[in-house]
């Protein structure tokens, strides 16, 4: 079946960088979209960008587009999510997603989740 596992969250303070990781596994055909989302405490899980193998990235978010990198390895084991000038309100669970066909910036569109990774910003 197709894992993925999250990393590379902790605290960081404002305007720093992280560098999320995304490491999939299983079933290609399963896991030809990838998406990265996050979940503020107490608030809603948004989208904040999407790699497909077909059609490429997509940012979900256009307030997050300058800021947010999302890219892979060669191979498309890995997908990573940058995150540059870190703010507080940045701060929440990372998940990344996966399904088997169709960009799409709607989690409930994805079949496949992570663990989360936690991202802490303190000003």
């Known amino acids: 079946r197709v894992r993925l596992v999250e990393s590379g969250g902790g605290s960081v303070q404002a305007g720093g960088s992280l560098r999320l990781s995304c490491a999939v596994s299983g079933d290609s055909d399963a896991r030809s979209v990838v998406g990265w989302f996050r979940q503020p405490p107490g608030k809603a899980r948004e989208a904040v960008a999407v790699?497909?193998?077909?059609?490429?990235?997509?940012y979900c978010a256009d307030s997050l587009k300058a800021r947010f990198t999302i890219s892979q390895d060669n191979a498309g084991n890995t997908i990573y999510l940058r995150l540059m000038n870190l703010e507080p309100e940045d701060d929440g669970v990372y998940y990344c997603?996966?399904?088997?066909?169709?960009?799409?910036?709607?989690?409930?569109?994805?079949?496949?989740w992570g663990q989360g990774t936690q991202v802490t910003v303190s000003s």
């Open positions: 790699l497909s193998r077909a059609d490429g990235p997509a």
């Open positions: 997603a996966a399904r088997a066909f169709g960009r799409s910036c709607s989690g409930d569109d994805f079949n496949i």
